[in-house]
């Protein structure tokens, strides 16, 4: 090579390939506390809690950071929660949000209806076994753990088609986003649990390639 040869070949930063889908997913802000004796109310056999004042206030600061950002489309859950953590982006971008049931939480069986937390903060052996094993599915009557990860894949792969070249803020819950990750990865079931309550994880779809560009971004939280 010539010393007067300047040609250089710098590192460039990711940009997502022509085509590709960007799925920002949202766990929902913090929801009502469960209290004995008082279950939440259900959907479809689902725990309907609402935000908490402090999730409220967690939405207001998302709704913030996202109205900054380019989003084609708002996606929510049929759970309030998701719908309500939405709520202060989309005043902001006016989009309205489409409803999708498959972006549901992992349905908990016996233990919907807020018994899963008084569950776990006991540390009921049940409890005990489903950490150990990494699988929702040990709870009694709880969805088995092969349907909740084909549910998820399909939702991600039907919304990655829908939108190709879009960039999508996809409000859900948290084993849901811990589900997908898993399968982006081909990590452990739960190597992704623990999506903190109005956080963001981004993810790029191109047909069968699954990209993980984020997980549980708080920064907008302080």
């Known amino acids: 090579m010539s010393t007067s040869d300047k040609t250089e070949y710098r590192?460039?930063?990711?940009?997502?390939?022509?085509?590709?889908?960007?799925?920002?997913?949202?766990?929902?802000?913090?929801?009502?506390p469960a209290r004995p004796g008082v279950p939440f109310p259900l959907?479809?056999?689902?725990?309907?809690?609402?935000?908490?004042?402090?999730?409220?206030?967690?939405?207001?600061?998302?709704?913030?950071?996202?109205?900054k950002e380019r989003i084609d489309a708002v996606y929510v859950s049929t759970l309030r929660r998701t719908a309500q953590t939405a709520e202060p982006l989309t005043?902001?971008?006016?989009?309205?949000?489409?409803?999708?049931?498959?972006?549901?939480?992992?349905?908990?069986?016996?233990?919907?209806?807020?018994?899963?937390?008084?569950?776990?903060?006991?540390?009921?052996?049940?409890a005990q076994?489903?950490?150990?094993?990494?699988?929702?599915?040990?709870?009694?009557d709880a969805e088995p753990a092969i349907a909740f990860a084909e549910r998820?894949?399909?939702?991600i792969e039907r919304l990655a088609k829908a939108h190709a070249g879009e960039r999508l803020a996809v409000f859900t819950h948290g084993a849901f986003?811990?589900?997908?990750?898993?399968?982006?990865?081909g990590s452990r079931p739960f190597a992704f649990l623990g999506a903190d309550n109005a956080s963001i994880s981004r993810l790029v779809v191109l047909g069968g390639t699954w990209a993980v560009r984020?997980?549980?971004?708080?920064?907008h939280l302080g």
């Open 11 to 32: 590192q460039a930063r990711f940009q997502p390939p022509p085509g590709a889908t960007e799925l920002w997913l949202v766990r929902h802000g913090e929801s009502e």
């Open 43 to 67: 959907v479809d056999g689902q725990g309907d809690p609402a935000l908490s004042p402090e999730g409220r206030i967690q939405a207001e600061k998302l709704g913030e950071r996202l109205g």
């Open 91 to 126: 005043a902001r971008i006016g989009l309205v949000p489409r409803v999708d049931k498959d972006l549901r939480e992992v349905h908990l069986g016996e233990w919907e209806g807020g018994l899963y937390r008084k569950k776990v903060a006991e540390n009921d052996p049940i």
């Open 129 to 140: 076994r489903m950490w150990e094993e990494e699988r929702w599915d040990v709870i009694p």
């Open 152 to 155: 998820a894949r399909q939702v």
């Open 177 to 185: 986003i811990g589900q997908v990750f898993a399968l982006a990865a």
């Open 214 to 219: 984020g997980f549980n971004d708080t920064a």
